[in-house]
């Protein structure tokens, strides 16, 4: 039986979300509380694969077994073991063939600029001063629409089949004393996210004008693009599958 789960983290004390050879991971602390509590050896499969550092409000996961389980009592033995910056929030059951990532039909993240220093969001925002010209960035973050191949934004030497990704939704947006970016794909590649609001400050700084992002992506160039900001500041808040791979 194939079970889905849907969880959240913080991932600062994390090396990412898949299993590293030397360092700890959100994947390996939840296979490790999953196979002590089911008394079996379980692997799970994620619907991404967050960096270090990077947050998630929303993660789905899926694995397999034959063991006959209370969903709910296995929710609630699991956040019993696992840390305090691991939450499940829940277990159901789907289709054999269902999958987690590659039966996610979107993902949204949001990256969070702290305007001012604050001593209570200095871990989970990225501290930016500077004056940022917010009408130019949303200028910028329209042009995102009108492109598919999105490989200068992609961490150098990636092993993908494609770098094209259908871009959803992507605005800027004021937050109390945060600027906010939310961006929603189809899929991202490793370190977009980071690499696409890097380049949109430097926009904002009047570095670069809006219509040089059309020769950015262009050039599929990692060197043409802005810097990759800290990840302490970016989040998965949302992963979207068919209503039908649930039984």
């Given amino acids: ?16 979300w898949q299993n590293q050879p030397n360092d700890i991971s ?27 550092g990077v947050h998630a409000l929303q993660m789905f996961a899926h694995f397999d077994t034959d063991i006959v389980f209370s969903e709910d009592e296995l929710v609630f033995k699991l956040n019993s073991f696992l840390p305090k910056d ?3 929030f829940k277990i159901y059951k789907v289709k054999a063939e269902a999958h987690a990532r590659f ?18 969001n200095f871990e989970n925002a990225y501290l930016l001063s500077n004056v940022l010209d917010i009408d130019k960035m949303n200028e ?13 934004f992609s961490k150098s030497n990636t092993d993908v089949k494609t770098y094209n990704c259908t871009i959803m939704k992507a605005h ?19 370190n977009m996210v980071r690499a696409i609001v890097g380049t949109m400050i430097n926009i904002g700084l009047g570095k670069m004008e809006v219509e040089e ?3 950015i992506i262009n050039s599929k160039r990692r060197s043409e693009a ?11 808040i949302e992963v979207e599958y068919p209503e039908d791979i649930k039984i």
Avoid at 1 to 16: A, P, Q, T, V
Avoid at 140 to 152: E, G, P, S
Wanted: net charge positive; hydrophobic share 40%; aromatic share 14%.
């Fill in 1 to 16: 039986m194939r079970y889905f789960i849907e969880l959240s983290y913080n991932g600062k004390d994390y090396h990412g």
């Fill in 26 to 52: 959100v994947q390996e602390v939840i296979e490790n509380a999953l196979s002590v509590i089911l008394k079996e050896k379980i692997a799970i499969v994620g619907a991404g694969r967050t960096d270090t």
């Fill in 86 to 88: 691991v939450a499940i």
């Fill in 103 to 120: 039966d996610a039909t979107s993902r949204t993240y949001r990256y969070r600029i702290a305007l001012r220093k604050n001593t209570f």
């Fill in 140 to 152: 910028a973050a329209k042009i995102l629409f009108q492109h598919k191949d999105f490989q200068c």
């Fill in 172 to 190: 800027w947006y004021l937050e109390n004393d945060e600027l906010h970016f939310v961006i929603k794909a189809d899929r991202f590649l490793r």
């Fill in 213 to 215: 992002l059309h020769h």
């Fill in 226 to 236: 802005g810097y990759s900001v800290p990840a302490h500041a970016l989040y998965l």
